[in-house]
Antibody, heavy 117, light 107 residues
Framework: EVQLVESGGGLVKPGSSLKLSCVASGFTFSSYGMHWIRQAPKKGLEWIALIYYDSSNKYYADSVKGRFTISRDNSKNTLYLEMNSLRSEDTAMYYC??????????WGQGASVTVSS | DIQMTQSPASLSASLGETVTIECRASEDIYSNLAWYQQKPGNSPQLLIYDANSLADGVPSRFSGSGSGTQYSLKINSLQSEDVASYFCQQYNNYPYTFGAGTKLELK
């Protein structure tokens, strides 16, 4: 069974940094691209980043480009999202998801990030 | 960026009814469209990909159709467990974009 478990969320002040992790199990992590998607409170879904299975390519939403970095460690079955210069509008639940032919076929339970002074 | 316009924003239907949710893309997305279901308090789950292919384990009462810029999700014989929000998503171009969602409730 595919499992994705996010961690690292929390309450931080504007301008600060945070790093999310997503530990994967139940599939060959090193063979699949991975996404980060976020959902602001009571709002819709926003795709924010994709990393290929071998880290050869990374894509970002304009809203996070230059501030967020997606990375992975295939030896640890772990996906990361490093978030810098955080703003109040980054407040959201952050989900990692497994890529399957460009869609997200498995999602984690989410990590909550609140940016507030 | 490709804009995804989803309608209606909310929908109330009775058990056993057939419901349809629409999604319109701002340009041709060549059937590179997925539908996700998000039940209250849960993570989204993939329902449909490539506009009309059912994801593993999804009941056959769900179906997708469409092409070009117009797509729809149909739920036949609505069940209580279908109460959820539904989102369309295009993956034809980066950045991938989602519709604003449709909240489905029971009448």
């Amino acid at each position: 069974e595919v499992q994705l478990v996010e961690s690292g969320g929390g309450l931080v002040k504007p301008g600060s940094s945070l790093k999310l992790s997503c530990v994967a199990s139940g599939f060959t992590f090193s063979s699949y691209g991975m996404h980060w998607i976020r959902q602001a409170p009571k709002k819709g879904l926003e795709w924010i980043a994709l990393i290929y299975y071998d880290s050869s390519n990374k894509y970002y939403a304009d809203s996070v480009k230059g501030r967020f970095t997606i990375s992975r460690d295939n030896s640890k079955n772990t996906l990361y999202l490093e978030m810098n210069s955080l703003r109040s509008e980054d407040t959201a639940m952050y989900y990692c998801a497994k890529n399957y032919g460009e869609v997200m076929d498995a999602w984690g339970q989410g990590a909550s990030v609140t940016v507030s002074s | 960026d490709i804009q995804m316009t989803q309608s209606p924003a909310s929908l109330s239907a009775s058990l056993g009814e057939t419901v349809t949710i629409e999604c319109r893309a701002s340009e041709d997305i060549y059937s590179n469209l997925a539908w996700y279901q998000q039940k209250p308090g849960n993570s989204p789950q993939l329902l449909i990909y490539d506009a009309n292919s059912l994801a593993d384990g999804v009941p056959s009462r769900f179906s997708g159709s469409g092409s070009g810029t117009q797509y729809s999700l149909k739920i036949n014989s609505l069940q209580s467990e279908d109460v959820a929000s539904y989102f369309c998503q295009q993956y034809n171009n980066y950045p991938y974009t989602f519709g604003a969602g449709t909240k489905l409730e029971l009448k």
